[in-house]
């Protein structure tokens, strides 16, 4: 069996008095390709901000390469269990959301070197090779100056896919990238998150409503419903053959 590299036991997040995640137990191998459904408020970002580290658990523990990234303290609050690992996992984390997040003030290649310059401590020349090739395997080299205001709304999610993907991450996270876009610009962004599912460089952790585009490259789905995985397995076994009621009536809103 292949070493997960990220596993959440049990994990329980709680806003207030509202239990968002209530025990969650979910293991990542390198290379996986995992889709995430369920109905809006189930907790999907919430999973995701988790893996960013950006937001820990009430109880439970999540480890990455086998280091639990937080610790309880006496008064019951989470904290980072050792801020340097902290900090190496954020860096193998690529994310991309829903409303692309670019600089609007840089160029596109200016936007793509900030994080190799200023996390990967590279050279300038170093990091300005690295985004060209990046903005070139998502078809964007004619518009490496362009400001993101002159882009498309296709276009500049995928000088978000090139900006994450220059930093190498072990894991790719996208949170519904394809929700804020007209349709005819979906193909464009789901064609370059098919090659980087190819190309098995990075594990994958897709939020996604495009059913068909799961069925085609996850490894696994779940479904998550009122706080918890209520399925997992294949894309074929959860979206095409589950006998889950509530999944059901979920997935006949996207047929
Ligand atoms: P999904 O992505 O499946 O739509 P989310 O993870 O965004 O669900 O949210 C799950 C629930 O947790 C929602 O009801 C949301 O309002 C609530 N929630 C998320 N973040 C916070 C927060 N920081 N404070 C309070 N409630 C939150």
Known sequence: MVEPIVQFKDVHKSFGEFDVLKGIDLNIAPSEKICII???????TTIIRMLMTLEEPTSGDIYVNDANLWKMERAGKMVPANEKHLRQVRGDIGMVFQHFN?????????????????????S???AKQHSEEMLKRVGLEEHMD???????????????????LVMKPKIMLFDE???ALDPELVGEVLEVI???AETGETA??????????ALEVADRVLFLD??????????SEVIEHSENKRLQSFLRRFR
Request: a positive charge.
């Open 38 to 44: 369920g109905p809006s408020g189930s907790g999907k």
């Open 194 to 196: 098919r090659n980087i």
């Open 177 to 179: 990238v394809t929700s």
């Open 146 to 164: 362009k400001y993101p205001s002159q882009l498309s709304g296709g276009q500049k999610q995928r000088v978000a896919m090139a900006r994450a």
């Open 204 to 213: 994958m952790v897709l939020v996604t409503h495009e059913m068909d585009f």
């Open 102 to 122: 670019l600089f609007p003030h840089m160029t596109i290649l200016d936007n793509c070197m900030v994080g190799p310059i200023h996390v990967k401590k590279e």
């Open 124 to 126: 300038k020349d170093e």
């Open 226 to 235: 009122d706080g918890v995985i209520a399925e997992s397995g294949t894309a």
